[in-house]
């Protein structure tokens, strides 16, 4: 996740045939025409990249010797929602995680049930929107294990992740951290939700008990301390409709890499 302090937009960079990149600037404009483009923009990026790179294929991974010594948490630290705290200091005895919203069988998932299911590790590079990267181990449940387990609706099309942490006092909730991939990354073999980091338990700062890990999208969709997960049709009736905290702020939905 990104840092609240980093107030700083986005915009959208144009496609090309090796894909597309994203640049910061200090503003978004708020022009209707600049939006609309912008949105064209995007959904162009998507197209194209999901025609030219297979959609099986996987993001590199490495070694344990490429392991960073000194990975960064970045975003919120220790969330201090009431209900996280309890579960923090319990040692997440008491985690349930909800899979809920357009399934057949809504779910609430214990670690140890979580940690029962088909399960993947990889050595993966995080980029971040900010210019750096850091190279981690992580280990999880495969979430393509957890949605077939949840039998997902006909109408399904994008999975949500609701978080712990609160990166803004807002009266509507609106200041929660969210975020929403489609169902071809939520299928997608390095797509995980992971619970261990470098072979240990992941720590508070990096998004204990449970982190998105979504490793062919940029570093803020990868959501940290995942509470719920929502299987839905579309993204207009979450957060301000954008499809998570961040892109309801003016960030690119898509951060395909």
């Not at 630290?77 to 995680?97: E, H, K």
């Not at 990889?122 to 387990?149: F, M, N, P, Y």
């Not at 990096?206 to 929502?230: N, S, T």
């Amino acid at each position: 996740m990104s840092s609240i302090h980093r107030r700083g937009w986005l915009t959208g960079a144009a496609a090309s045939a090796a894909g597309f990149m994203l640049t910061a600037c200090d503003r978004l404009t708020q022009s209707a025409g600049v939006q609309a483009a912008l949105a064209s923009a995007e959904g162009l990026t998507q197209r194209t990249q999901r025609a030219l790179i297979p959609r099986a294929a996987l993001a590199p991974e490495f070694g344990p010797e490429d392991i960073s010594p000194d990975f960064r948490a970045n975003g919120t630290r220790n969330p201090q929602d009431p209900a996280y705290v309890a579960l923090r200091d319990s040692g997440f005895a008491g985690y349930r995680l909800v899979v809920d919203g357009l399934v057949d069988r809504p779910l609430g998932l214990s670690l140890a049930e979580l940690r029962a299911l088909p399960a993947r590790s990889q050595i993966t590079r995080h980029d971040c929107v900010e210019g750096w990267s850091s190279i981690g181990k992580w280990t999880g449940a495969r979430l393509s294990a957890v949605l077939q387990s949840a039998g997902l609706k006909a109408e399904a099309r994008f999975i949500v992740f609701h978080c712990a942490d609160k990166l803004e006092p807002t009266a509507d909730e609106s200041g929660r951290y969210y975020e929403s991939i489609d169902l071809d990354d939520a299928f997608h073999e390095q797509t995980i939700l992971a619970y261990d980091m470098n072979d240990a338990p992941l720590p508070v700062p990096h998004g204990a008990p449970v982190r998105l890990r979504v490793e062919r999208q940029l570093g803020y969709k990868h959501a940290k301390y995942v509470m719920r997960i929502e299987a839905v049709d579309s993204l207009s009736g979450l957060g301000r409709g954008k499809g998570g905290f961040w892109e309801d702020r003016g960030y690119e939905w898509y951060a395909g890499i």
